[in-house]
């Protein structure tokens, strides 16, 4: 890791964070290196993240859910990006390092019942989310300055 970090944060990294990391990256990789990691890190990516980025050109099937602690210390981190609520109430207020600390919690695709198709579509509202709010962050706080 040579750039400064973006750190995405979620209670479980299988899903909102492993998603947000993908775009995040590809809008910003450049200039940042792009982590995520969780607070209570699941067992395996939801495997409907997986799928509904892959729709969207993204590839998250070699990705793994990471603990905070991998990064706690390790990895100079310019950016905490904490995308569920329960994450920011477990994960540290303070990043050692870190210049921005920011909250944009987006509802857990996961929790949604119902058939697949109903599931499926709250992974797409969510991924479809995270690249709007991805996009307005790179165009407001990564714009040249003028």
Not at 92 to 107: S, T, Y
Request: proline content about 8%; charged content about 25%; some cysteine.
């Amino acid at each position: 890791m040579g750039k400064p970090a973006i750190l995405v944060l979620c209670t479980g990294n299988s899903a909102r964070s492993q998603m947000a990391e993908a775009i995040l990256d590809r809008a910003a990789g450049d200039r940042f290196d792009v982590l995520s990691a969780g607070t209570e890190p699941a067992a395996r990516v939801h495997p409907l993240a997986i799928e509904v980025m892959t729709e969207a050109g993204y590839d998250l099937s070699a990705q793994r859910p990471k603990h905070l602690r991998e990064y706690l210390g390790i990895a100079p981190v310019h950016t905490v990006i904490i995308v569920c609520d329960g994450a920011a109430k477990s994960c540290p207020a303070v990043w050692p390092g870190a210049h921005q600390r920011l909250l944009w919690p987006f509802p857990d695709p996961a929790a949604v019942e119902g058939d697949d198709a109903k599931r499926r579509q709250a992974f797409r509202q969510v991924r479809d989310a995270i690249v709007e709010r991805v996009q307005a962050w790179v165009a407001t706080e990564l714009a040249p300055a003028r």
